[in-house]
């Protein structure tokens, strides 16, 4: 099907990393747009632990408009403590919503762009030879 160093395998693995790359993209700059910024307090922590790392996944609370809500944020940290304030965003139209801004997408968009800076790379030394 796709030999190791094929041309097949590097258009795949071409198209996937701009996949992640855009999906990067979308859940850092566009996935948040039009949150509004408002500061929470860490009231409980879920430890998830893989390996040698112990990540914590932080419970948050927040006020709107004089409503609290209370929401797990989907990205951890191996720094959260409770009783720590942090900054979150949360949704206007539905402000149980909140991110922390941060998370998976920044680890999608550096992961597409480093496959594709490699196998750009990789074509122009084939080119040179």
Do not use: C, W
Request: no cysteine; proline share 3%.
């Amino acid at each position: 099907m796709f030999s190791e160093k094929g041309p097949k395998l590097k258009l795949f693995a071409g198209i996937l990393a701009g996949i992640v790359l855009i999906v990067g993209v979308y859940m850092t700059f566009f996935q948040t747009r039009g949150f509004i910024k408002t500061t929470a307090s860490i009231t409980d922590l879920r430890m998830d632990s893989t390996g040698e790392n112990t990540v914590y996944y932080p419970t948050v609370e927040y006020t709107v408009n004089g409503k609290t809500y209370t929401r797990e944020l989907d990205t951890g940290s191996m720094s959260y403590h409770i009783g720590q304030t942090i900054s979150v965003l949360y949704d206007p139209g539905n402000p149980s919503v909140a991110h922390d801004g941060g998370g998976f997408g920044l680890y999608l968009m550096i992961a597409g762009a480093v496959i594709l800076a490699v196998i750009v790379f990789s074509a122009i030394k084939k080119r040179e030879r």
